[in-house]
């Protein structure tokens, strides 16, 4: 297992900004050579890919959120995080991070749920309007 722990969820007004963190809490050298991605899910909605930067961080976002949010990785910590800016009313959702260990997102595409092996518990974004 890969524990992986996301905070920085809350609440903010439309316009606002969220910095989101995903610590991977045991210590590996395995974790540079991850890829990852954030993905969100609103109530009734299906699971939903937002940014997923590579092992040799390539990045690349949902339309909905390019030129919003960024993607990034620091290695030396192991921490994934997603700068969330000019949030919108429609980005609220349970914002969770993925690990794919295997290489899967290559085959399968980034923003699939199914090419990720180890999730995170989520942390809750809300925008209101």
């Known amino acids: 297992q890969v524990p992986l722990v996301e905070s920085g969820g809350g609440s903010v007004q439309a316009g606002g900004s969220l910095r989101l963190s995903c610590s991977n809490s045991r210590t590996t050298s395995k974790y540079n050579n991850y890829n990852m991605g954030w993905f969100r899910q609103a109530p009734g909605k299906e699971r939903e890919g937002v940014a997923y930067?590579?092992?040799?961080?390539?990045?690349t976002y949902a339309d909905s959120v390019k030129g919003r949010f960024t993607i990034s990785r620091d290695n030396a910590v192991n921490t994934l995080y997603l700068e969330m800016n000019s949030l919108k009313p429609e980005d609220t959702a349970m914002y969770y991070c993925?690990?794919?260990?295997?290489?899967?997102?290559?085959?399968?595409?980034?923003?699939?749920?199914?090419?990720?092996?180890?999730w995170g518990q989520g942390t809750q974004v809300t925008v209101s309007s």
């Open positions: 930067i590579s092992s040799l961080s390539f990045t």
């Open positions: 993925a690990a794919d260990s295997d290489g899967d997102t290559f085959r399968l595409g980034w923003s699939g749920p199914a090419a990720y092996k180890y």
